[in-house]
């Protein structure tokens, strides 16, 4: 295969398995807590950084986690304690970021809508030899928490009452699921963009559900389905001269429609099987069982 002979298809292939694998991990928990759009507004902030990072002549990669990781701790914050009007300063800080990434990019020598572009819809063939660096050492993080502490994440995400009344630290497991995902978004915005970044938290997600049941089955489809369609997406980018992000996405969604297809006719067949007569659950009197044994009541 010609496409394994260039060095940035190399990079490539490799940064899309493993923003493939990362991206579910994080997402069936966003999923769970229902905050599907939360990777969205953190991409929102993370364009701030990758601005100050061209302004400070730094690495954008590098800045913007720390710029989206203190947008999830806002972020955070905001939906503990700002009950009333919570969602009008998240609106604040999702525009608030977009407008300061743009104004920052701008300002710095540079800075180029091209690099701009880059960043919001992704560009993986300009992966560089240093973006992998990062993207190894944040991916560990990513699947260091989101798999060694899968038990405690899934409880919180399911009932946060039960599992503080377990004992379990809730709002350091929030916040830690939080700054997760902002990692998890500076992972992957070289790969689909800080637009698009969402959707391949979300997507497999929704699409492994069609399909399973219990937490661990869904976990591990939804991170073959990230794989399967970041590797698909960004080999058919290099064949057929399309954005990369824009592609692993729509393959994201076409899978999603073929799994609901084939998932509504079994769900029917499945509850058309429970609906007979005798299918429920009965109650056998042993056939053995003898007069004495026999409860009456005296009049």
Not at 12 to 26: R, S
Not at 75 to 84: A, D, F, H, I
Not at 152 to 160: I, K, R, Y
Not at 162 to 167: D, K, M, N, P, Q
């Amino acid at each position: 295969m010609d496409i394994l002979t260039y060095g940035f298809m190399q990079r490539a292939l490799i940064a899309a398995l493993i923003v493939g694998v990362t991206a579910p991990a994080i997402g069936i928990y966003l999923v769970q807590r229902r905050q599907a759009l939360m990777g969205d507004g953190i991409g929102h902030v993370a364009l701030t950084g990758v601005g100050l990072g061209f302004l400070l002549n730094q690495s954008p990669v590098w800045v913007a986690t720390a710029v989206a990781i203190a947008g999830s701790i806002v972020m955070e914050l905001v939906r503990w304690y700002g009950k009333t009007r919570g969602d009008l300063a998240l609106a604040m800080l999702f525009y608030g970021g977009m407008a300061g990434g743009v104004m920052l990019m701008s300002l710095s020598d540079a800075g180029s809508n091209a690099n701009l572009g880059t960043y919001l819809f992704g560009s993986i063939a300009t992966v560089s030899p240093e973006d992998m660096t990062t993207i190894y050492v944040l991916a560990a993080l990513v699947l260091a928490i989101t798999v060694g502490l899968r038990r405690q994440l899934f409880a919180v995400c399911q009932d946060e009452e039960f599992a503080r009344v377990t004992g379990l630290p809730v709002r350091l497991l929030n916040l830690l699921i939080a700054v997760t995902a902002a990692v998890t978004v500076t992972v992957a915005m070289r790969v689909v963009g800080l637009l698009l970044v969402s959707a391949l938290m979300v997507i497999p997600v929704a699409a492994a559900q069609q399909i399973s049941r219990s937490f661990a089955v869904t976990f591990s489809v939804a991170v073959a389905i990230g794989v399967a369609v970041t590797l698909t997406g960004t080999t058919t980018s290099y064949y057929v001269d399309v954005p990369s992000g824009a592609t692993i996405v729509l393959f994201a969604i076409g899978l999603f429609v073929v799994l609901t297809a084939l998932a509504t006719p079994l769900a029917k067949k499945r509850a058309r099987a429970a609906a007979r007569p005798g299918a429920g659950c009965t109650l056998e009197v042993p056939a053995g069982r003898t007069a004495p044994d026999d409860v009456s009541v005296a009049g």
